[in-house]
């Protein structure tokens, strides 16, 4: 019996490659987002990308590969199906990042309700929304800033060649995301050398390790070059978001752009409050807990202090995606998660009557009552 016990073939379970829930919820997600995005198009509303299009201003604002993006989409000549275009981008990548976030949120201990709670929320957030239905040039700042959470948290955790590797290979990220992110690159790095024991000890390791943490964002800087050159895009454009965001200094209301910050996006007492909260049920991770509020601060003040047209609210939806992403990462006792959800849900309602910091009536009146369908409309409206 033995014998014919262990002769017997081993069968690995293997992993799907997509759970059932989390499949419905990028459906689901999918679905509602591309809805609304539909429904605020008919109405005769006209997304900022295409302004922004129309204006000549594809390669002046925002990051290379928003910029991009929106030069591919300018080589289709209609407007409906570049707004289409638009839409079914942003609601696609919204949807998938909307059921990875929840299967992660399930993993770190969240309940079924409970996660999918804090997806509604933040899916019902104004600057969210207006983010996926009408701006999505500040997706691959968000995206990039849910991506480095993890990668921080790694590092932090192990500290290691391959955790600094990880990390590398996201800095490029914050290069694309536009020029008020890649200076973070310089701080990462270093944080990523000297998390290595032997960094810390040998200045040759650190060097090491610092390369390794900056050579994937300079490949990255070369390909794009070469790009835009080879495909007669030229380098001028892509000098010109660094050139209009750090040609000039000025000294815009810091404290203003930092209480927009904290008033569409106040979770950010939720890490600050796991740096000294007693009793987790697993060892403190500070540094990447200081990363979720400290990344978004230096955007707000960084958006008022250089020529950037940068939109007010864009710090806050960063906090919020690096937010939602550290509560993946982490395990949080009941009371700070019930305080997590809470914060979250006070953004919200803060997100649609503080109209005072930031509105858009049109976008407003076109979501939930609609404009007069206007093909000819191209009304620019302020702050481009």
């Known amino acids: ?39 605020v198009i008919e109405a005769g509303f006209v997304r900022r990308d295409i302004e922004a299009l129309r204006a000549g201003e594809a390669w002046r604002n925002g990051g290379w590969l928003s910029q991009l993006v929106l030069s591919l989409v300018g080589l289709v000549p209609n407007l409906d199906w570049q707004q ?3 839409s079914l981008t942003a609601a696609v990548v919204a949807g998938l990042a909307f059921g990875l976030l929840y299967d992660r949120l399930r993993a770190s201990g969240w309940t079924i309700v409970g996660s999918v709670a804090m997806l509604v929320l933040l899916a019902s957030h104004a600057n969210v929304l207006y983010a996926i239905t009408a701006a ?31 990390l590398g290979l996201l800095m490029p990220l914050l290069l694309l995301a536009g020029p008020l992110t ?25 060097a090491a390790m610092l390369l390794v943490a900056v050579i994937p964002a300079l490949i990255v800087a070369i390909g794009v ?11 001028v454009n892509v000098i010109l978001p660094y050139y209009a965001t750090y040609g000039a200094l000025r000294m815009g ?3 203003q752009s930092l209480g927009i910050l904290f008033t569409f996006a106040p979770v950010a007492v939720v890490p600050l409050l796991y740096c000294i909260w007693p009793n987790l049920p697993e060892r403190r991770y500070v540094w990447s807990a200081l990363a979720v509020v400290a990344m978004p601060v230096w955007l707000a003040v960084g958006r008022m202090i250089f020529s950037n047209s940068m939109l007010p609210f864009v710090p806050a939806v960063a906090l919020l995606a690096a937010y939602i992403s550290w509560l993946c990462v982490v395990r949080l006792p009941f009371l700070l998660r019930a305080i997590a959800m809470l914060a979250l849900a006070i953004a919200v309602v803060a997100s649609w009557t503080q109209t005072g910091f930031w509105d858009d ?13 206007d093909p000819g409309y191209l ?6």
């Open 253 to 255: 209301d810091v404290a």
């Open 182 to 206: 890649t200076p973070l690159i310089v701080p990462l790095a270093l944080g990523a050398a000297l998390a290595d024991p032997d960094g810390r000890r040998d200045p040759r390791a650190f």
């Open 1 to 39: 019996m033995t014998l014919l016990a262990s002769s017997a073939p081993v069968v690995s379970a293997r992993k799907p490659l997509m759970r059932l829930a989390t499949a419905i919820v990028w459906i689901v997600s999918l679905a509602a987002l591309l809805l609304v995005a539909s429904h």
């Open 379 to 384: 009304g620019l409206r302020p702050g481009l």
């Open 225 to 235: 070059v070469g790009f835009v050159t080879q495909s007669g895009i030229g380098i």
């Open 84 to 86: 289409s275009i638009l």
């Open 136 to 166: 999505s040039r500040g997706l691959p700042l968000y995206f990039a800033f849910a991506a480095l959470i993890p990668a921080i948290r790694q590092m932090e955790d192990v500290g290691d060649v391959q955790s600094t590797i990880g």
């Open 361 to 373: 009536p049109l976008w407003k009146a076109a979501l939930f009552s609609g404009l007069p369908t």
